[in-house]
């Protein structure tokens, strides 16, 4: 049988990705697809697994033996909106300990700079100004982390090693050592409230599309900051310029957006208060994803269970 790798991705990193594969599941034959539209179809009734990093929309269709998807990307809710999607095979997220670690980083870097005034020193270079910031201490830091998957605990963890008072909301109970646990809609407000800074890396789903909005923005303590790492639908862009703008909200750091790559004349470019980052904040790594992946292939070729299995109705 064979796999299909079905990517947007350039012709470079698609052979990055196959080299690793093929290097990872020997006995394994792959095909790619890039362009839906141009691709070779004589071999679809071949392919039983497809691996996915966020596919073109209809990639995945006519393709009458696939038994298995696993998705490249730890967000799978564009992948859940084609509607070609065939529904009922099972589909596995990628959840990756590297990402984990790096999406941890990424929140530690942006609390700190945030915490340390960073972007406020480095505003001051420009201007050759010389002033003293603040210098809370760490445990003087309120930081709310709003999603407990597995990015949210590891995130949670590292924040919690760096002496910052942490809590960790979403809709489902759960607990971790170190932080206090908030959960359901009706305890989003005293989280928000609690918060110096609120660093968001729920998935996207219908319960959480939007969720960060004029109400919720104003829920959040004034002076404070939002770090957004996510998926930019979390947000509503408007909202969240009007919080800026008005000074309630004083910073936004921001990895993801409704439209990506942020288009050019977006205001968050230019605002003094938004820092944009490219969509960095976790990458997939490809040197460990394709072991994730090559567990899971190994799993559906030997009849064992397959991990980290998405839950359709939920969304992730
Ligand atoms: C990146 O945003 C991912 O979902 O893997």
New binding site residues.
């Given amino acids: 049988m064979t796999i299909l790798l079905a990517t947007r991705s350039s012709a470079d990193d698609q052979a990055l990705w196959l080299g690793l594969l093929q290097a990872a599941l020997p006995n394994e034959r792959f095909v790619t697809t890039g362009d839906v539209a141009t691709r070779d179809t004589s071999t679809d009734h071949l392919v039983d697994i497809a691996v996915v990093a966020n596919p073109p929309a209809a990639a995945l269709q006519n393709l009458p033996n696939l038994r298995f998807i696993q ?6 809710e564009s992948l859940l909106s084609d509607t070609t999607l065939p529904t009922e095979i099972p589909l596995a ?2 959840v990756d300990p590297a ?1 984990n670690t790096a999406m941890a980083e990424t929140a530690l870097w942006a609390v700190l700079s945030l915490h340390r005034q960073y972007f406020e020193c480095a505003a001051q270079q420009l201007q050759r100004r010389w002033q003293s910031v603040p210098q809370p201490r760490a445990d003087e830091v309120n930081v709310a982390v709003l999603g407990r998957g597995q990015m949210g605990c590891a995130v949670a963890a590292r924040l919690v090693q760096n002496g910052y008072r942490v809590s960790a909301w979403s809709l489902h109970a759960a607990t971790q050592e170190g932080v206090q646990s908030h959960h359901g809609a009706a305890a989003l407000q005293h989280v928000l409230q609690s918060a110096d800074i609120v660093v968001n890396v729920l998935p996207l789903t219908v319960a959480t599309r939007g969720l960060l909005n004029a109400q919720t923005l104003a829920w959040m303590r004034a002076g404070s900051s939002l770090v957004n790492l ?2 930019g639908a979390h947000v509503v862009d408007a909202d969240l310029l009007n919080a800026l703008n008005s000074q309630h909200i004083r910073r936004a750091v921001l990895d ?1 957006f409704h439209t990506e790559p942020l288009p050019s004349d977006h205001p968050f470019w230019t605002h003094p208060q938004v820092t944009v980052l490219p ?1 960095v ?4 790594d490809p040197r460990s994803a394709v072991q994730v992946v090559a567990r899971n292939v190994s799993a559906l070729r030997s009849g064992n269970s397959l991990s980290n299995l998405v839950n359709r109705q939920a969304g992730y």
């Fill in positions: 998705s490249l990307w730890a967000g799978v997220r990628m990402m996510a998926r993801v969509h904040a976790a990458q997939t």
